[in-house]
């Protein structure tokens, strides 16, 4: 549907009740600030838009040093906001308003994604269902579409073939990997972000979902050769994976298996086996990825690694958040201590979040990405380098360019 | 074709209708519409009317205990049940031939029959790999052909003469629903695939559309401009929301929207919902407003271009699960039964499936009266 062009000027008039597209705004952040114009203080803005949510993110490079999490109080912070960062901001910041509204374009997608999730979860909404935060984007790994007709129909057959009980176990199975994606998911924000990249990444493994139903869909687990490889890396990651039972119904339950790994943080290796398979350009897409351990660290990885295979949809948010949008998903452990610079590149994010194993994975990654996500020393200027080495950025002399991998403590 | 008598004058028809009148605290029929007798043992997946080139209306419906049935509808609102035929497994899709005088069906036990109706024969026409989900018959100038979607991800065109297709395409997903009004056909698939086809000459691709809707689909149906040419087509969603999307249409990302329905506030908070899927979509054939079905049990009538809902039904006790109109837009049928929305456990064998039939000349005008 149309963008609202109102919207984007953070002043539409119908919010929630727009006919229009308000990107990303479903609950989320709020618009994107007009550009040079911000003289409307956070409040006056609200006031117009009664139905909409947050107005947050008004302008985001000057918080360099405030250091409350975006996820968190943004309630109070919400008139300082947009008074302090108000007009004086928008001329010298001119070259990072790319950053800054992709910033924000993540933001808001994060959050949309958590409101999503909120409502998927309360209101009884059918589970297994793709899902993508926003319409342009690809769906976000870790949940597999699967219509109720087919559900049905393995019921029926299960049925007949007296073996009701393993379709409950896998349907229960099922449940479980979606009710513990979601929570993964209600939980997101920008420290952990990350946990949605290397699933996004993941995403194109999903073509052959958790249909493992049956004899017809035994081409999930074994009847494609490249799907060994993969399945014998899953099995490996995945230690609650229950050996086969018998015949059609342990195929579908190893799925479900391999799914409910995600709880227990390595999101990515377990959803992709479970899905990896079928399409021979995947798999190697998902070996790459299986052979660190860490989720987060082959997203990048997995970006730069495999680049055409994964080149399709998956990247979409991935792409757009980390790398096509210049942005920044801050909180990472970006140099210095700032929370938020509007600058932690893909780099940081990936490698500075907690949950990822950084030791081995980090120098796999790191080798293999380094031109995108980072950039070697004697590119940067000697500027640049001060910045990077300074604790904290200097307003105007932020640089544009990935740190080099060299200056990134992790 | 003259107005449905009330239901008193259905109530001697069968068994079927036994607690009909007495409808107090039973709401499997909150409107009053008229029951169509000896309705499927099991959930009906699809429905589907007779074209123009047949007299009279006749009804088909594919269902769950594998059968597919045939009704004949008459003016008086009598359903006299003409014939059946079995599938290996159930029913997902049906669809007439132009002439009225074959029926396809397309079964989950993966292949696709014609049934001829005047013989009462069915054969088969199709095989794919996998439960065939739609069925839908193309006459074109120059060829005629079926075309049937399948979760194998394939859509084939078949010949009804020769057992191998004439034409095959991939899809990228499996497929979940599919349209077809000449020159068009709109295919969606499983992770919100949307693929619009053109059918002159041969089916061909044309493009594929970023769907609006963050969910999976579930139903599809195109419409037609005021020159009746399909010039889009509106997608219906487990979301309870969904999107018209214009294609050929200068502004077509302009005019393309979305909206929500088959949803319903909660009475004690507010701003939290229960969200039911949308099960199925039919477009009127006169007047071009738009009837969806939902898994909450209701059905709405809609004006897209006037973007006005005209009519919400009260809802019934079970999901209704397909809905058509006949080819003069004087019946809108609909089937009430289970359509897995809350899984297995609220699956009740033993529950009757209905079929209703409402008048739908008037309650479906455009709102403006365009």
Known sequence: ?410 | MSLFGTTSKFGSNGSSVGTFGSAAADHHNPMKDIEVTSSPDDSIGCLSFSPASLPGNFLVAGSWANDVRCWEVQDNGQTVPKAQHIHAGPVLGVCWSDDGSKVFTASCDKTAKMWDLNSNLAIQIAQHDAPIKTVHWIKASNYRCVMTGSWDRTLKFWDTRSSNPVMALQLPERCYCADVVYPMAVVATARRGLIVYQLENQPSEVRRVESSLKFQNRCVAIFKDKHNKPNGFALGSIEGKIAFHYLNVPNSVKDSFTFKCHRSNRANSSGSQDIYAVNGMAFHPIHGTLATVGSDGRFNFWDKDGRAKLKTSEPLDQPISACCFNHNGNIFAYASSYDWSKGHEFYNPKRKNYIFLRNAAEELKPRNGK
């Not at chain 1, 959050?111 to 589970?127: A, F, L, R, T």
């Not at chain 1, 490249?226 to 059609?248: D, E, H, L, R």
């Not at chain 1, 959803?271 to 398979?277: E, I």
């Open chain 1, 1 to 410: 549907m149309t963008v609202c062009q109102f919207f984007l000027q953070g002043r539409c008039r119908f919010g929630d009740r727009c006919w229009n597209e308000h990107p990303g705004a479903r609950g989320a952040g709020g618009a994107r600030p007009p550009p040079a114009s911000q003289q409307l203080s956070a409040s006056n803005r609200r006031g117009w838009n009664a139905s909409s949510q947050r107005y947050s993110n008004v302008i985001q490079p000057s918080s360099f040093s405030r250091s409350t999490p975006w996820g968190g109080s943004r309630g109070p912070d919400q008139a300082s906001f947009g008074s302090s960062t108000g007009s004086g901001f928008g001329a010298a910041q001119r070259p990072f308003a790319s950053l800054s509204s992709g910033d924000q374009d993540e933001q808001k997608l994060l959050e949309g994604i958590v409101k999503d999730v909120e409502v998927w979860e309360s209101s009884g909404q059918w589970m297994f269902s793709a899902y993508s935060p926003l319409k342009t984007q690809p769906p976000v790994a870790g949940f597999t579409d699967i219509s109720p007709e087919e559900l049905r129909l393995e019921y029926h057959n299960f049925l007949t073939s007296n073996n009701l009980q393993s379709y409950l176990n896998s349907v229960q199975q099922l449940i479980t990997q979606w009710k513990n994606r979601i929570n993964q998911l209600k939980t997101i924000n920008k420290s952990n972000r990350v946990a949605l990249l290397p699933n996004l990444n993941n995403g194109v493994n999903q073509a052959a979902p958790a249909l493992g139903f049956g004899s017809t869909q035994a081409r999930m687990f074994g009847s494609s050769g490249s799907s060994k490889s993969v399945q014998n890396f899953s099995f490996k990651t995945s230690p609650g994976f229950a050996p086969a039972t018998s015949g059609s119904p342990s195929v579908f339950g190893t799925l479900p298996a391999l799914g409910a790994v995600p709880s227990a943080g390595s999101a990515v290796s377990a959803s992709t086996p479970a899905f990896g398979f079928g399409k021979p350009q995947i798999t190697s897409a998902a070996s790459f990825s299986f052979k660190t351990p860490a989720a987060s660290g082959f997203g990048s990885a997995g970006f730069s690694a495999a680049p055409t295979s994964l080149a399709g949809s998956p990247f979409g948010a991935a792409m757009a958040l980390a790398f096509g949008g210049g942005t920044s998903v801050a909180g990472f452990g970006s140099p210095g201590s700032q929370s938020h610079t509007a600058f932690s590149k893909p780099s940081n994010n990936i490698f500075g979040s907690s949950s990822i194993p950084t030791s081995l994975p980090v120098s796999n990654v790191i080798s293999a990405t380094d031109k995108v996500l980072f950039t070697p020393k004697d590119q940067l200027t000697q500027e640049e380098l001060e910045q990077f080495q300074s604790k904290k950025f200097t307003l105007g002399k932020i640089p544009l360019k990935p740190p080099p991998v060299e200056l990134i403590h992790i």
